[in-house]
């Protein structure tokens, strides 16, 4: 059975990078990321894609999350005006960003994002695990998927 493909975007959705001075010395996870992807992965072909750099990417990939998708993009690979969806051969895209989900307007697809607070902004510090209460029930309704579990 082939799986559905959906897509993550990477900074502020997943997560943010951490830092010293000059370089990326690891990445923060937002509650509840590793819960869901591990959930996810078992039902769903994984997809990250950012608007970074492929070395920028394959930086952050090496601090754990590699193992949770199948496919990788970067801007480097996949550059555009917005993430366009049909570009990645994916049904969803969550993200952060508003912007990607009013460009699809014009085509049809928004329903296809998911739009999720940015992690460290107000809404997502008041309630850390509300974007995962955005996105179980979306996939939920959207495949008539009663195994996946807030």
């Not at 085509?107 to 955005?134: M, R």
């Amino acid at each position: 059975m082939i799986k559905p493909r959906i897509a993550f975007d990477l900074d502020e959705t997943l997560g943010v990078t951490i830092t010293d001075s000059t370089s990326i010395i690891g990445f923060r996870l937002r509650d509840g990321c590793i819960e869901l992807l591990e959930q996810l992965k078992l039902k769903y072909h994984l997809v990250l894609w950012t608007v970074a750099s492929r070395s920028y990417l394959d930086k952050v990939l090496s601090f754990g999350l590699k193992d949770y998708f199948q496919e990788t993009y970067s801007w480097s690979e996949i550059a555009g005006s917005w993430k366009d969806i049909r570009k990645i051969k994916v049904e969803f895209l969550i993200d952060d960003n508003e912007y990607y989900k009013e460009a699809a307007k014009k085509y049809g697809l928004e329903s296809h994002y998911i739009i999720v607070p940015a992690y460290g902004c107000f809404e997502d510090n008041k309630e850390p695990l509300k974007w995962v209460q955005i996105v179980i029930p979306r996939l939920s309704s959207f495949y008539c998927d009663s195994e996946i579990q807030e």
